[in-house]
Nanobody
C-alpha cells in the first residue's frame, strides 16, 4: 500500500507563502490521484485541492482558488502544494491522500485509502 509523508509546514505571517510536499513510497505515484486536505481546530476536514495521476487535471476548493497551486513530480514520487497569500483561516493540519480513481467531481471529498500523518500550517502575526 502506498505510504505518504507530508512536510513543509510551519509558522508564517499573513500574506506569506509555504510549499508543502507529499512524498510517496511503496508504489508508483503516477498511478494515483492525490488530494490535499486540511483540518482546523473544531472544524471538519476540508478538501483543498487534488490532482490527477498525470498532473494534467487539477481541482481547487473555492477558499484557496487563485492562492494555492498543486503540482507533482512523478519522477520524484512527490506532490506539492504551493500556498501563497496565506490567511489566518488557512491555519490547519494539512494531509495528503492517494487513491487510484481520478474523479474530479468527488476528489475533494474523503474517500481515499491512503493518508499521510499531516503537517501543521500556522498563519499568524
Amino acid at each position: 500500500q502506498l505510504q505518504l509523508v507530508e512536510s513543509g509546514g510551519g509558522l508564517v505571517q499573513p500574506g506569506g507563502s509555504l510549499r508543502l510536499s507529499c512524498a510517496a513510497s511503496g508504489g508508483t505515484l503516477a498511478s494515483y490521484a492525490i488530494g490535499w486536505f486540511r483540518r482546523a481546530p473544531e472544524k471538519e476536514r476540508e478538501g483543498v485541492s487534488c490532482i490527477s495521476g498525470s498532473g494534467s487535471s487539477t481541482v481547487y476548493a473555492d477558499s484557496v482558488k487563485g492562492r494555492f497551486t498543486i503540482s507533482r513530480d512523478n519522477a520524484k514520487n512527490t506532490v506539492y502544494l504551493q500556498m501563497n497569500s496565506l490567511k489566518p483561516e488557512d491555519t490547519a493540519l494539512y494531509y495528503c491522500a492517494a487513491r487510484l480513481l481520478w474523479a474530479p467531481g468527488s476528489c475533494l471529498f474523503p474517500g481515499y485509502p491512503s493518508w499521510g500523518q499531516g503537517t501543521q500550517v500556522t498563519v499568524s502575526s
